[in-house]
Nanobody
Framework: QEQFVESGGALVQPGGSLRLSCVGS????????MTWHRQPPGKAREWVAT???????MYTDSVRGRFTAIRANAKNTVYLQMDSLSPEDTGVYYC???????WGQGTQVTVSW
């Protein structure tokens, strides 16, 4: 059974940084395309980044240059390094593998004074 466990969310001031983690299990992690998503308050969930098994990365325009997605296959983990955070980055962050219909519990990121 596929499972995703996100962690690392917190309250952070604008301009600050956070590093999120997500451990995947129940599937061959190193072979799968992994994604990060977020759900801002009162809005639909949106795609943030994609990590291909070979190392390629893609980001949504609003985070490109500020966020860095990293995968550590030996740990079945993907990370999202978030820098220069703004209040617009507030939301619940999730990871998932492409093709899955399962979501984890997410981790809350709040950017505020």
């Amino acid at each position: 059974q596929e499972q995703f466990v996100e962690s690392g969310g917190a309250l952070v001031q604008p301009g600050g940084s956070l590093r999120l983690s997500c451990v995947g299990s129940g599937f061959p992690f190193s072979d799968e395309i992994m994604t990060w998503h977020r759900q801002p308050p009162g809005k639909a969930r949106e795609w943030v980044a994609t990590l291909w098994p070979g190392g390629a990365l893609m980001y949504t325009d609003s985070v490109r240059g500020r966020f860095t997605a990293i995968r550590a296959n030996a740990k079945n983990t993907v990370y999202l390094q978030m820098d220069s955070l703004s209040p617009e980055d507030t939301g619940v962050y999730y990871c998932q593998k492409v093709g899955s219909t399962t979501w984890g519990q997410g981790t809350q990121v709040t950017v505020s004074w």
